[in-house]
């Protein structure tokens, strides 16, 4: 009731009494009315002067950054099936995304975090070829080292600006190859390595049979750190304009404070990731700087509920959604040889390790040969090597295919690495790429030391002269040693007369490049082994030429083989195995490298020949 009256009394108050609006009007009417004057012309009524509308703020200006962070491994391969395609590391990925930020209208700049790389020169040349794509669009490349090793200040040093906080290092002191011996180690526990070679450079076997390199294998790795010593300063001297005298001097001296390093011209900025954020933002004249962290990655939606969720575990296991339909009539396949080669199928080991499987990979370059949309094939390489059996499969289904076929190599392409790309029409490598290594290796692990020193006996029945040729239990005869090197003399033949045929040289001059010996691309280009120095792109690119396409003719990519789906991975055989490596991996990563390595000379040895490339060489 009380707010009743108060709302009665506020309306009394605006309304007015009848009594007194009725006796305002009668006065009014009582004046006499005023004596009328002649018409005037009034002047032309101007017209209402429009209100003015307040002008609206301006909008304040946003510059977007595609923030990525580049650090670890980043594998060849097509990568992940389904909804972890774009969320697990591949380098086909992070290009993609560097590329497509490139594209992107919105994109103004590209910060690149740059952590511990675990990667090869020829897949950092990869990464440097994308941020000088990138580069060209118009837009700004930064680097962000925390701290910074040879690897990582070589892909800074291919953007516009190298930025680094004031407690950070920049560590730069050269290349350096390490060989590491086993045979000491060996000769304590009673096993023995009885290896044979063909090709005095062919050093795969020394690491068992010898406390140090040969003459010729320290020659070969000499040559090798030679060339990338020299390309990392010309790459250095390139993108800080300086000379290759001053960068060289400067590494001499290799490891710098952020301070030292700017003074040395080594780096642009000292400042905090905050700092420079607000540096970067007057510098692109933006009110507002919008960071995208993680530029084009995906996220997992991990929300399961419903039958909507159910669709998506499906796919998660099934290998996510169907393929979208082709853009282009045309098809290039790329097909991927990443791994040790062996024969049988593709697997993952135990211990974390991928191989290539010679079925596998030939069905694979036989499904892009068969597919009637596929004019030109690439075949994508990083592998040491293998089986010579399984090397051969593959390296025949190369040349019987009647498209155009282009090898193109990554980190490693060496020995049955390059048996494989020998056969292909053109062959692209990195200047980094170490390649060549054709050579014959072959032998056995002889365990009868470690048997006597833990007591164990071994009596044999034999019938045949070489019966007991691959016996763990002692060395060759002379006579099966004999028969060993005839054999591998004659695939050594065969590698060289193909390889020769390949390269349309004679087989003297491919000799002369052969034993065993390994390159550099760049020195492998020179030397007439491989045809243009260049990255998986510039491989595409001569597939279109071979396949008579126009250089700017719009083709869809056929990845081969494909990658397996989640529910293959968690049910088959390496589900196990790799769950067993990541523990190994976590609690003791030296171990679990040991046992890696260990696993797959076992694996390797199994075959009576190798084309095997130094496996031990780790330039760093």
Same mark, same amino acid.
């Given at each position: ?45 101007? @017209? ?32 992940? @099936? ?7 590391? /591949? ?85 350096? #190859? ?25 050093? #795969? ?8 390199? /040969?003459?010729?294998?320290?020659? =070969? ?11 990392? #300063? ?43 954020? *607000?540096?970067?933002?007057? *510098? ?44 282009? *009539? ?23 390790? =991928? ?16 597919? *009637? ?23 025949? +289904? ?5 498209? @155009? ?18 056969? #292909? ?41 070489? =019966?007991?040729?691959? /016996? ?80 700017? +003719? ?67």
């Amino acid at each position: 009731m009380r707010r009743l009256g108060i709302v009665i009394w506020m309306v009394c108050l605006v309304s007015l009494p009848p009594a007194a609006a009725l006796s305002a009007a009668e006065a009014e009417k009582s004046k006499p009315a005023p004596a009328k004057k002649p018409a005037e012309k009034q002047p032309a009524a101007k @017209p209402a002067k429009e209100k003015a509308q307040p002008k609206a703020a301006p909008k304040p200006k946003q510059a977007t950054v595609a923030v990525m962070t580049l650090g670890g491994d980043y594998p060849e391969g097509p990568g992940a @099936p389904g909804l972890f395609a774009e969320i697990l590391p /591949s380098l086909r990925s992070i290009i993609g995304r560097i590329d497509a930020a490139a594209k992107e209208d919105d994109v103004d700049a590209l910060w690149l975090r740059i952590e511990p790389l675990a990667i090869g020169r020829a897949k950092i040349h990869e990464l440097r070829a994308a941020i000088a794509r990138f580069r060209k669009s118009g837009k700004p490349v930064y680097a962000e080292l925390s701290s910074g090793d040879g690897s990582q200040y070589l892909l800074a040093a291919a953007c516009d600006e190298i930025v680094m906080p004031p407690g950070g290092m920049l560590l730069v002191p050269g290349v350096r #190859a390490e060989v590491t011996f086993y045979k000491g180690l060996l000769e304590k526990l009673g096993i023995q390595f009885d290896m044979l070679q063909m090709g005095k450079y062919k050093g #795969a076997a020394e690491p068992f049979t010898r406390t140090e390199m /040969s003459p010729p294998l320290r020659e =070969s790795i000499e040559a090798v750190v030679d060339q990338t010593y020299e390309g990392l #300063a010309s790459a250095i001297a390139e993108g800080r304009g300086m000379k290759d005298y001053q960068v060289k001097t400067l590494i001499d001296q290799g490891l710098f404070p952020a301070a030292a390093a700017r003074a040395a011209g080594l780096i642009d900025r000292v400042v905090y990731p905050d700092q420079f954020e *607000e540096q970067l933002r007057k *510098e692109l004249g933006a009110d507002e700087l919008d960071l995208v962290t993680d530029y084009g990655k995906k996220k997992i939606d991990t929300d399961f509920s419903g039958l909507g969720g159910l669709m998506k575990l499906m796919q998660l296991f099934t290998g996510g959604k169907p393929e979208k339909a082709a853009k282009a *009539e045309k098809k290039i396949a790329v097909v991927y040889a990443v791994g040790p080669i062996m024969p049988g199928k593709s697997a993952s080991d135990l211990f974390g390790g =991928s191989y290539v499987g010679s079925t596998t990979l030939v069905k694979a370059l036989g499904q892009a040969a068969d597919h *009637e949309d596929v004019v030109a094939i690439v075949l994508r390489i990083d592998s040491p090597g293998g089986s010579a059996v399984a090397s051969d499969l593959i390296w025949r +289904e190369t040349v019987r295919i009647e498209k @155009p076929v282009i090898a193109s190599m990554s980190d490693v392409a060496a020995s049955g690495g390059y048996y494989i790309a020998m056969g #292909a029409d053109r062959i692209v490598a990195a200047p980094g790429t170490v390649t060549g290594s054709i050579g014959v290796v072959g032998g056995k692990i002889v365990l009868g030391g470690l048997y006597d020193k833990i007591g164990l006996s071994t009596e044999v029945i034999s019938r045949g002269a070489l =019966s007991g040729a691959f /016996s763990s239990e002692a060395p060759f005869t002379p006579e099966e040693r004999a028969a060993m090197q005839k054999l591998l003399r004659d695939i050594y033949r065969q590698f060289v007369g193909k390889a020769a045929q390949g390269r349309k040289m004679s087989p003297k001059e491919l000799e002369n490049l052969a034993q065993g010996r390994i390159w550099t691309g760049k020195a492998a280009l020179e030397n007439g082994l491989v045809d243009e120095l260049g990255t998986l792109e510039d491989a595409i690119a001569a597939a279109k030429k071979a396949a008579g396409l126009k250089p700017d +003719e719009e083709v869809d990519l056929l990845i081969l083989p494909k990658p397996k789906t989640l529910f293959e991975q968690l049910f088959g055989s390496e589900d196990v195995s790799a769950r067993v490596s990541a523990e190994l991996e976590r609690l003791a990563p030296d171990l679990a490298e040991t046992a890696r390595r260990s696993h797959l000379l076992r694996r390797l040895l199994s075959e009576p020949t190798l084309f095997w490339m130094p496996f031990e060489l780790r330039l760093r």
